[in-house]
């Protein structure tokens, strides 16, 4: 009898231990299935051999996509400009918690920061690539980098509100968070489909984004390359530059003269919209402009519209509501 309870403690002592491994990592959980992981970004395979748990931001652009997830906890740093209007009092939240490296941008937006000062945060993935930090550069030490595909260097394909949820479901497959992903690309087609029905077109209404340049100076204008081209479709627009299949070029004020849109959405990244708003209507001959002289000019931060988010639909529902009220 003694010996049978013997056997039986043994015995038990085996399944714990077994059970006790499991738990250390011996066998692999649900949410480490799926890994050594490789996804194509911006023309190259990045392989992930599990969930990234150190990451460093250097733009904003995958804020939304990491807080519908629920793996803002695994942002251990972060750079560039995170205006307080983009998000929730929950998104702030989480960003508060995380170190801001530097804030730095030069007057085109474009981010200021040194390539040691990222790999110093020994980041097991990096989202966004910045002049002086290519994906080559972190490739050399083991980095792996993402980038939101319409920011692709060589990226000609023109974006629409699909390429959000196919973002959101990449995400959900890099992170290991993929039944998220479906739910809140579920939740995102919905208020997409409500924002959509409040926008009446408007028979023959056009309008243009912009990008001033604050202090005068260089003006850019986006064609069907651009996030900006389904977004004043969906709100009811026609594009003045839809004939454009470039993302972002230079223009200057007669050729906005000589397509002379009702409306102007004028992008800019940080700063005083009323700012941007003069660095375009203060240029020569810019008071004779349509939507100048009828009062039809909206400032919008540049991740309301550009790279295609979750947040390119809080844009497009600030564009219907700010011009559905003036049709």
């Known amino acids: ?79 560039g400009q995170y205006p307080k209007e983009y998000y929730d009092a929950a998104t702030l939240a989480e960003l508060d918690r995380i170190p801001l490296l530097t804030d730095k941008t030069d007057t085109s937006g474009h981010l200021q920061i040194s390539k040691e000062v990222v790999i110093s945060q020994q980041p097991d993935l990096v989202l966004g690539e910045v002049d002086n930090l290519s994906r080559d550069t972190l490739a050399a030490v083991d980095i792996p980098l993402l980038e939101e595909p319409a920011m692709c260097p060589d990226g000609t394909a023109a974006p629409t509100f699909d390429d959000i949820y196919a973002q959101l479901q990449t995400y959900g497959k890099v992170f290991g968070r993929e039944a998220e992903a479906a739910t809140a690309v579920t939740a995102l087609k919905e208020r997409l489909a409500s924002i959509r029905a409040e926008a009446v077109p408007s028979a023959g209404r056009t309008a243009a984004v912009l990008y001033p340049t604050v202090g005068g100076g260089t003006t850019y204008a986006y064609g ?24 972002v070029f230079e223009v200057t004020v007669e050729e906005l003269l000589g397509r002379d849109p009702d409306v102007l959405i004028l992008l800019y990244s940080d700063g005083d919209p009323k700012a941007v708003e003069q660095g375009l209507t203060a240029l020569p001959g810019a008071e004779n402009l349509n939507a100048v002289r009828t009062g039809n000019v909206m400032t919008q931060l540049f991740n309301f519209t550009e790279p295609p988010t979750p947040l390119s639909v809080d844009g497009l529902e600030r564009i219907v509501r700010r011009f559905q009220v003036n049709p």
């Not at 194509?40 to 804020?63: D, H, I, Q, Y």
């Not at 069907?224 to 470039?246: C, I, K």
Request: charged share 15%; net charge positive; with cysteine.
């Open 1 to 79: 009898m003694r010996a049978t309870r013997l056997a039986r403690t043994a015995a038990a002592s085996v399944v714990l231990l077994l059970a006790t491994a499991c738990g250390d990592g011996a066998a692999p959980t649900a949410a480490e299935q799926g890994y050594p992981l490789t996804v194509s970004n911006c023309g190259a395979e990045v392989t992930f051999p599990a969930a990234p748990k150190r990451v460093v931001l250097l733009r904003s652009a995958a804020v939304p996509y990491l807080h519908s997830l629920g793996v803002m906890d695994r942002v251990t740093a972060r750079a």
């Open 224 to 247: 069907t390359a651009s996030m900006a081209h389904p977004q004043l479709e969906a709100a009811g627009f026609r594009n003045v530059f839809g004939d454009v299949q470039e993302r």
